[in-house]
């Protein structure tokens, strides 16, 4: 006997998207397919996390699988809460880095894209409740944070450089919106300026100090 044949899944998925679609036209369920297609990519990220919580050495799964889990909660969401769709599709991948940087400290790198993509994903979701330009000071908020963030979490003695932009990013977004805002556009190039001459000034000090 076979231990595996597509035939068999492929009647399975048929019928069960059948029965999904029958109690949608039922008024039963709505959003049939966006159930149907959530419990499969909620499948393959149960798939993923088993590998990744099997094998520590498997970080690397920790992408696919809490990707495919934010897709799973996405499609899933009622209507009524498609306002929020984006920042838990965000969210989901911004786990997978928080897991890998929380697994290993040493791997600090994660915390920005992890930091950047929630903050995209609170953004998306302010943007469609309230009405109003807020999304753009709340990014640089994000960002801000992030590095903020960087700098402050396990390991971060060494990377007290973060402050630097991380400070700077909080002030660029809090004038946002406000009556100086147009001190805004100083803070990027000030950010380079700054963070430029810190690198130039570490470069110098440890070959003098060598």
């Known amino acids: 006997m076979k231990r595996f044949d597509p035939r068999l899944w492929l009647g399975v998925l048929l019928v069960f998207g059948g029965v999904l679609a029958l109690l949608d036209a039922m008024n039963v369920i709505s959003n049939s ?122 390991g971060g003695s060494t990377r007290s450089w973060a402050f630097i932009p991380g400070v700077i990013l909080l002030i660029f977004g809090a004038l946002l919106g406000t009556s100086a805002e147009g001190l805004a556009e100083y803070i990027l190039p000030t950010i380079l300026i700054i963070l430029g001459g810190y690198f130039v000034v570490r470069f110098f000090t440890s070959r003098s100090a060598g």
């Open 33 to 154: 397919g966006g159930i149907f297609w959530g419990l499969i990519f909620a499948a393959g990220g149960a798939l993923f996390l088993y590998m990744l919580l099997s094998d520590r050495n498997n970080w690397w799964a920790a992408f696919p699988a809490f990707t495919l889990l934010g897709l799973a909660a996405q499609s899933i969401l009622p209507p009524a809460l498609s306002s929020i769709d984006g920042l838990v599709f965000f969210a989901g991948i911004s786990l997978a880095f928080w897991w890998v940087y929380f697994t290993n400290t040493e791997r600090w790198w994660a915390i920005i894209p992890g930091g950047v993509l929630l903050t995209l994903g609170a953004v998306s979701a302010l943007d469609a409740l309230f009405k109003g330009d807020i999304g753009g000071g709340f990014f640089f908020l994000g960002l801000g944070l992030t590095f903020i963030l960087v700098a402050v979490l396990p």
